[in-house]
């Protein structure tokens, strides 16, 4: 697969991509290499990738404990605290070995740690490869709120190693198939069309489709990087999806879950909010609502849920002037940004989706 140029780093995909990442560890000949990573990462990718990497660079390995629970400020003091006390300099460079917390905090303390230093995503999870990774956006949690504190800081590198996806559960891979849903929904309708009928699809050819899903997340980004406008389309889903995510992380008595799982009961949400505001057909909402769930098993929300997904909102960044804005398909492959939306039409949507 041929390299697909960001804004100021390239996305390079497996063993062409190593050729790239010894290339520029070879020319920038950095101080110490740091490889953040996380236990199932490192027991399951990182020896593998250890035997590819070529550098006279002296290698130290920080390892955290998976789990969106890390992705937090604690998190990024312990890390920043290791890395003073091994002598890490602005010439140091920091490798992100992992799913999507992983990079997303490693490229935070990187992008932080002396105002700044070089780093390297080498995503490992589908979910990581297709959209956490892409685009430059770092950051951690505030408590149980999403992604409330970053930055956006493009990495030197991006590099995709398929061959680690060898290594996740399904329920992993179904995590990360949710951000490729996405794409095809917002951007690219026969994308889209080609995960209707999961039994009719080739996994033969699933690097081309990673491909292609990471492919549209770049365009979109490219042409926005700091999400003043059309990058505000790959928040789909994820309106209401965060504050499903976040509520099911704070709720001891819920069992988690993971991105894209929320994310997938997001986008059949706003996808019947955009039904009901004429800007999808029923005929399109309906097939929306039954792809995904004849892929996502269906969750139990309750009252209460939403009560609290509701006032979680309140904190979405994407809000403005005390507005909560969604992006609503305009049609399949479509999107409208800043779209707002009534409390009364996403109980609605919720109701829709129980039964």
């Not at 041929?2 to 950095?30: D, T």
């Not at 604690?74 to 999507?100: F, H, M, P, Q």
């Not at 999961?198 to 699933?206: R, T």
Request: charged share 25%; aromatic share 8%; net charge negative.
């Amino acid at each position: 697969m041929h390299a697909i140029q960001a804004n100021g780093y390239a996305i390079v995909f497996n063993e062409y991509g190593y050729s790239e990442l010894n290339k520029l560890l070879s020319a920038k000949k950095y101080s110490r290499i740091f490889i953040i990573t996380d236990s199932n990462s490192h027991e399951f990718c990182l020896p593998d990738f250890m035997s590819r990497v070529e550098t006279e660079s002296e290698i130290e390995i920080l390892e955290i404990e998976p789990g969106e629970e890390q992705k937090t400020i604690d998190t990024c003091v312990s890390v920043w605290n290791v890395l003073t006390e091994y002598g890490a300099d602005r010439k140091s460079l920091i490798i992100n070995l992992g799913g999507g917390v992983v990079t997303d905090l490693g490229g935070f303390v990187a992008s932080t740690f002396k105002r700044g230093i070089d780093f390297i995503h080498v995503p490992t999870t589908l979910l990581a490869m297709v959209d956490a990774s892409v685009g430059g956006k770092n950051g951690v949690d505030l408590g149980h709120l999403k992604n409330q504190v970053g930055t956006i800081t493009t990495p030197e590198l991006l590099l995709v190693d398929t061959d680690f996806l060898a290594t996740l559960p399904q329920q992993q891979m179904r995590s990360g198939l949710a951000e490729m849903l996405k794409h095809g929904l917002i951007y690219d309708k026969p994308y889209w069309e080609k995960f209707l009928d999961l039994s009719q699809l080739d996994f033969a050819d699933f690097d081309t489709l990673i491909y292609r899903s990471i492919e549209i997340k770049n365009e979109i980004v490219t042409q926005d990087p700091t999400e003043k406008g059309i990058r505000k389309a790959l928040n789909f889903g994820h309106t209401l999806g965060h504050a499903i995510e976040s509520h099911f992380l704070e709720n001891d008595e819920k069992e988690a879950l993971l991105h894209g799982e929320a994310i997938a009961i997001g986008m059949v949400l706003e996808a019947y909010i955009s039904w009901k505001k004429d800007l999808l057909t029923e005929s399109e909402y309906q097939q929306i609502a039954s792809a995904i769930n004849s892929i996502f098993d269906a969750v139990d929300i309750d009252g209460s849920d939403i009560e609290s997904v509701l006032e979680l909102l309140k904190h979405d960044k994407k809000n403005e002037y005390g507005n909560v804005l969604f992006a609503l398909l305009d049609g399949i492959g479509k999107i409208k940004i800043d779209q707002q939306v009534e409390n009364d039409l996403i109980l609605k949507a919720f109701e829709a989706c129980k039964s």
